[in-house]
Every structure is written in structure tokens, then in C-alpha cells.
């Protein structure tokens, strides 16, 4: 079972960065991680994913630690509308689905 | 259309009834997956189409849940004799075969009475 450790909620300024903690202590060498995101009353939106190295795109930047055993999910100017469940998931190569666990629940303060 | 498309986007029922979900995915998207969210949990996986196949139905809670879809595009979830347990938000995704990006639709909420 792909387990990953986040936790259950953080608060956030508006337009500061974000940094979200995951860890994935048993991941293997073949392991995605990705990220995904839930607003409310909304199905969850793909953010982000990486295998070893720090990956940017428009919405965020994703961190990945040299042992794999760790990543971060960089928000780097929080507004509103980011406010929602993060999910960190582990994906093994041969996995075609994802397996969500509780995720972080991201309040941004005005 | 653009994005993943479920109806009804609400369902009431009652204990007993027979339900069906259906998902309408992106066009071109040969995977089709199926989820289930109870209230402050993460989605749960219920089963994965390739095509018309079911590839993988490992997460399908017992026998009187059952999915399919006939023609590789749209699918139905058909749930059987209903009980309290199945209200929850059901949660269809799609993606190109092979793909890393799962695209979900919006969900229906299911709630039985």
C-alpha cells in the first residue's frame, strides 16, 4: 500500500509562500510522487509530480529530497483560491491508480 | 467536451434502491477510473477501465457495486440494494492511456435515505 505521511492542516498568509510537508519513508526507487489538490465541492485537480528531481510548473514547485524519503509542495505566493486538501501520493511505476490518504487541509488567512 | 462529465450531480435514494452514476469522460481518454469519498476522507479507489475492460477492480466494496463501459467511452457505476453506507461523493476520473495525470470530474453525491 503506497502510505504517505502529511499533516492534517496548516494556515498560510495570503501572497507568502507555502511550503507543504510529505513524507514517503518506504518509497521505492520506481515511485512517482504527485500531488494533487481538492477545493471544495470540486473533484481533485492534478498540481504536480517528480520521480528524483525538483520539478516547476505554473502552479507550484515540488521538492524532492536526495534520499526520496521526503518532498515539498511549494506554493510561492498563496492567494485565496489555493485554499483546499493537498494530497501527496505515491505512485508505483506499474500503478495505474492513485491512492489518496487524509491529505493537508490549507487555510490561507487574508 | 472539455472536461470529465458525471450525472446526477445529487442523488437521493432510499435503503434498498437501485443507483446508477454515470461519467463521461474527455474524448481520447482510453482510461477511466472510479472513486468514492466519504465526508473528510481521501477518495478511495473503486475500479480503473482500459477501453472497455475493467483492468482493475480491486477496490469495489462487494457484489451489489458493479461498473461498466460498453463502448470505451462512457461508464456507469451501478450500485444495487443501497444501504445508508454507500452516501458518499463518487468520483470519476480519465486519462490518456499511460498517462500521469488523472483529469476528475466534479462528483455525484449520493444519499441514501
Known amino acids: 500500500d503506497a502510505k504517505t505521511t502529511q499533516p492534517n492542516s496548516m494556515e498560510s498568509n495570503e501572497e507568502e509562500p507555502v511550503h507543504l510537508p510529505c513524507n514517503h519513508s518506504?518509497?521505492?526507487?520506481?515511485?512517482?510522487i504527485h500531488w494533487y489538490r481538492q477545493l471544495p465541492s470540486q473533484g481533485p485537480e492534478y498540481v504536480i509530480h517528480?520521480?528524483?528531481s525538483n520539478v516547476n510548473n505554473r502552479m507550484a514547485s515540488l521538492a524532492i529530497a536526495e534520499d526520496r524519503k521526503s518532498s515539498t509542495l511549494i506554493l510561492h505566493r498563496a492567494t485565496l483560491r489555493d485554499a483546499a486538501v493537498y494530497y501527496c501520493?505515491?505512485?508505483?511505476?506499474?500503478?495505474?491508480?492513485?491512492?489518496f490518504g487524509s491529505g493537508t487541509q490549507l487555510t490561507v488567512l487574508p | 467536451g472539455a472536461g470529465v462529465s458525471q450525472t446526477p450531480s445529487n442523488k437521493v435514494t432510499e435503503k434498498g434502491k437501485y443507483v446508477e452514476l454515470r461519467c463521461d469522460p474527455i474524448?481520447?481518454?482510453?482510461?477511466l477510473y472510479w472513486y468514492r469519498q466519504s465526508l473528510g476522507q481521501g477518495p478511495e479507489f473503486l475500479i480503473y477501465?482500459?477501453?472497455?475492460?475493467?483492468?482493475?477492480d480491486s477496490g469495489l466494496p462487494n457484489d451489489r457495486f458493479f461498473a461498466v463501459r460498453p463502448e470505451g467511452s462512457v461508464s456507469t457505476l451501478k450500485i444495487q440494494r443501497t444501504e445508508r453506507g454507500d452516501s458518499a461523493v463518487y468520483l470519476c476520473?480519465?486519462?490518456?492511456?499511460?498517462?500521469?495525470?488523472?483529469?476528475f470530474g466534479a462528483g455525484s453525491r449520493l444519499t441514501v435515505l
Open positions: 501520493i505515491r505512485r508505483s511505476g506499474s500503478a495505474r491508480q492513485l491512492t
Open positions: 517528480g520521480l528524483t
Open positions: 476520473a480519465s486519462s490518456v492511456a499511460g498517462a500521469n495525470v488523472l483529469t
Open positions: 474524448s481520447g481518454h482510453t482510461a
Open positions: 518506504t518509497i521505492s526507487g520506481t515511485d512517482y
Open positions: 477501465f482500459q477501453g472497455t475492460g475493467a483492468a482493475d
